[in-house]
């Protein structure tokens, strides 16, 4: 079987006619948009401290003196890290999902705030271990938890001021 000609005739009296350039499609990471203004602000601020002080907890927390507590130090940081993704790469404005993001993260400070309020107090009565380790574990699990406490309450302004009125 022979494969099909293709003819081509070119009409070199004939004006070129000039083509609009095509139109750019719409690459897959236009969607992303650098925020660092946001870590310049309160709340920003507060999150670049939780994942230091996150880092620290980790480092000091010892599975043998707690568990638990090395379990919130390694949760909370990485709740954090992607909490910090959202505002970074500024995915709550991209995604047009019906989430309440400010509730949602709400919601996640609250949880860490307590959850390393217990932890600091498992890490201060643990008896296993390096003792001094522990105690500066503990310590640094108090700053995180008011770090986390000061997030929590920034977002519960945040939130109330913006519920509709008569709901907050």
């Not at 719409?26 to 946001?38: C, F, P, Q, T």
């Not at 309440?100 to 008896?127: D, P, Q, R």
Request: net charge neutral; glycine share 6%; aromatic share 16%.
């Amino acid at each position: 079987m022979m494969a099909p000609e293709t003819v081509v005739t070119v009409d070199h009296n004939k004006p070129a006619q000039q083509q609009a350039p095509p139109q750019q499609q719409g690459r897959a990471l236009d969607w992303i948009k650098i925020n660092v203004e946001y870590f310049k602000t309160p709340p920003g601020l507060l999150k670049i401290i939780e994942l230091f002080l996150g880092i620290l907890c980790m480092a000091l927390g010892t599975p043998w003196a707690s568990a638990w507590y090395v379990f919130v130090a390694v949760t909370s940081f990485i709740t954090t890290l992607i909490w910090s993704f959202v505002y970074f790469l500024s995915i709550r404005e991209a995604l047009k999902i019906p989430i309440n993001w400010v509730l949602s993260e709400l919601i996640s400070t609250c949880l860490e705030t307590f959850f390393y309020l217990i932890a600091f107090i498992v890490m201060f009565t643990s008896v296993y271990g390096n003792f001094g380790r522990n105690i500066a574990a503990a310590v640094f699990g108090i700053f995180n938890t008011l770090a986390y406490g000061a997030s929590s309450y920034l977002l519960y302004q945040e939130h109330r001021s913006s519920a509709p009125a008569g709901t907050a």
